[in-house]
């Protein structure tokens, strides 16, 4: 039997412990508030609160306890071997696919030449195949891909294997794209990595990838732990440093517990095509969206769907050089959290699927609690302030009967001390695990700037932490009842570079918030201004809002910050090769003619946009109509026809031909 890729034993001890320790903790800050609510007559809206904070304290002290379990694995250096390991002389065809929705072609195309010249500098290209997958449905963005591709194809030569498909029809998304890419190509490969459009990998970790699960032929799928990179704005360098100092921990802690049973995040991933192929054909969920129909966060259950048949899922956070981008604004990682959200409420359904293992179901399970999350902490925040507004309007003072723990000599203003002290410890102890971890490691700390600069990042991501939680607790509480509402969620492009956020839109997005935090703060200085104090860090960041989401999506302040060395990363302070890699390639790519005249007029970009035409002309589609709009587009330019009308004429072989002619003429 082949070991599993880092040698380890079973489990099932990390995990008991695991278990009990959140059990234990989640006990313990449950009676000590349980005592504290004793003076509430109502015993209907003690259990109410009691049930709510037990819920959250939970999943507070679970991920709690993974950053201890990370640090400890850390420290006595037992954390994934695989690296050691050496590459196979001969590598299996490997597919490596990147599906991608209106994205920037330029850097597309630049990412996939600074990943296939690594994998030439290590000699190992010829056993990797590159496939852009599109699903793009912008005329000028079509145009754009087609032309970079082939630039991409003249500048890596014949050898290279860069393929692009553009679908017709956009069914499913992307999980629908993959599996076509699977049904057409599959048979051809081993293996496809599967990347985001914002992902970049060096030739090592590609490597590394394909050699880990060729190790583990138990292994379907292994994740690699992808690092954020090129964040610009103070929002993306605030979110960069977070995760890449605290990241390690979590992950460590992960991996411990988890191993075989890890989950699928979706990108920078490695799966095995043959058992994905046969196992993984997501069902259609009864039912209309949000909550039924196409599975809209696919890859939970894709992975779900290979641990049911038995195959084993593996993290690999010993693969360096894997990487995405983070969103670069508020209201844009909001966006992403909003289709977030809605699959994994879907995920709903699966909960009680034959054949699902339990802790698939757990993975599930915490996906949705990740969003169900806010709305409980909301409704314990309402529930507090009503309890408070009742005892200033009725004018009672509260008064606690001896309890247990009073019998034990733990006197009421202690056991508000020991809770307040064991919840801070659970919010906070991550952080100072993770200084302390960095502080430990020789060097390291000076790519965060040093330790001065480390600290004064930790106190000032702390401090804006605060701030944002209600911010993103107000809008995942909102995502959470739209979608109960049964209002679905349209698939729109992921902004991932932008240069400010106006004060419109911060205060047209946010308007709500600040409407919320303001009626709340003054509700609570007319009835119950004792807890005004206390609920000033979640008031403040309603209100609040629009100016956070302004201030931290400008460029300019994270230009500032790293200037002074704030927020720094190690990729910052001394960038990958691979990213180097790619900004060069970015910054020598020739500017193309922008909008859909280059398909028309030159000769090149026209016969190459007629060679990826599909031979069957578009169902429904009117000769007549789309002579039409051939008529006006001559006559009118391009900007006289809408996008719609674009796509058909784009579409159309008679139609590009005609009008290369009367352009030619």
Not at 96 to 125: G, W
Not at 450 to 469: I, P
Not at 548 to 557: K, N
Request: with cysteine.
């Amino acid at each position: 039997m082949e070991r599993p890729p880092n040698g380890r034993a079973r489990p099932l001890l990390w995990r008991a412990t695991l278990f009990l320790s959140v059990v234990c903790i989640a006990a313990s800050g449950t009676l000590l508030l349980a005592g504290a609510l004793r003076a509430v007559p109502l015993f209907e809206a003690r259990m109410v609160v009691l049930l709510l904070f037990a819920t959250l304290f939970s999943l507070l002290a679970f991920g709690a306890m993974q950053c201890v379990f990370g640090f400890l694995v850390r420290r006595v250096r037992r954390s994934v071997a695989g690296g050691a390991a050496s590459w196979p002389d001969d590598l299996p065809e490997t597919a490596i696919v990147l599906p991608c929705y209106n994205e920037d072609p330029v850097r597309v195309f630049a990412a996939i030449r600074a990943m296939h010249r690594s994998l030439q500098s290590l000699r190992r290209d010829e056993s990797f195949a590159f496939f852009v997958l599109s699903d793009t449905n912008q005329p000028e963005g079509w145009v754009q891909e087609e032309a970079h591709w082939q630039r991409t194809c003249d500048e890596l030569g014949p050898e290279a294997r860069i393929h692009y498909r553009r679908r017709r029809n956009n069914l499913n998304k992307k999980a629908g794209n993959v599996a076509d890419f699977c049904r057409r190509w599959g048979a051809q490969f081993e293996y496809m990595i599967v990347l985001d459009a914002d992902s970049l990998m060096s030739g090592e970790a590609l490597v590394e990838l394909v050699a880990t699960i060729e190790r583990n032929p138990k292994a379907a799928l292994v994740q690699s732990v992808p690092r954020l990179v090129r964040s610009e704005t103070l929002f993306a360098r605030i979110m960069q440093f977070t995760t890449r100092l605290y990241g390690p921990l979590f992950v460590a802690g992960m991996d411990r517990w988890l191993q075989r049973d890890a989950n699928y995040w979706g990108h920078n991933a490695i799966i095995r095509i043959a058992p994905f192929m046969k196992h993984c054909s997501l069902p259609r969920l009864p039912g209309k969206e949000p909550f039924g129909g196409q599975i809209l966060s696919h890859d939970f259950v894709e992975a779900a769907l290979l641990r049911r048949a038995g195959w084993e899922m593996w993290m690999a956070p010993h693969i360096e050089d894997s990487y995405e981008e983070s969103p670069p604004t508020l209201i844009d990682a909001a966006q992403r959290d909003r289709r977030w959200c809605q699959g994994n409420v879907q995920h709903a359904w699966l909960l009680l699927a034959r054949g699902i293992r339990p802790i698939s179901r757990f993975h599930l399970s915490l996906g949705i609690l990740a969003y169900a999350a806010s709305p409980v902490w909301l409704a314990l925040l309402v529930v507090g302030s009503l309890n408070a507004i009742g005892f200033h309007r009725t004018g009672l003072t509260p008064v606690l009967q001896p309890g247990l723990l009073e019998s034990m000599g733990i006197d009421p203003v202690l056991q508000a001390q020991l809770l307040l002290g064991l919840t801070a410890a659970l919010l906070f102890g991550p952080k100072f695990l993770a200084v302390v971890d960095l502080f430990l490691t020789r060097g390291a700390a000076q790519g965060f700037g040093g330790r001065f600069r480390t600290l004064v990042s930790v106190v000032a991501e702390t401090l804006f932490s605060m701030v944002l939680a209600p911010v993103l607790m107000a809008f995942h509480s909102l995502f959470v009842v739209t979608v109960l509402a049964g209002r679905g969620v349209r698939w729109v492009t992921q902004r991932r570079a932008a240069d400010g956020t106006s004060w419109t839109e911060a205060l047209t997005t946010h308007r709500w918030q600040m409407l919320l935090g303001l009626v709340w703060t003054i509700v609570l200085a007319w009835f119950a201004p004792r807890i005004l104090l206390w609920m000033s860090p979640v008031l403040l960041g309603l209100l609040a809002a629009a100016p956070i989401s302004v201030f931290t999506s400008r460029r300019t302040l994270g230009e500032k910050t790293r200037r002074i060395r704030l927020f720094t990363t190690p990729e910052e302070t001394s960038p990958p090769e691979i990213v180097r890699a790619m900004d060069e390639e970015i910054a020598r790519t020739p500017a193309h003619p922008p909008g859909v005249m280059p398909a028309i007029v030159d000769p090149t970009i026209h016969l190459l946009h007629l060679s990826l035409l599909p031979g069957q002309p578009v169902s429904g589609s009117d000769p007549g109509d789309k002579l039409a709009l051939c008529e006006r587009l001559v006559a009118a330019g391009p900007d006289s026809l809408d996008r719609e009308e674009k796509l058909a004429v784009l579409s159309d072989r008679a139609a590009m031909r005609w009008l290369h002619r009367k352009h030619a003429e």
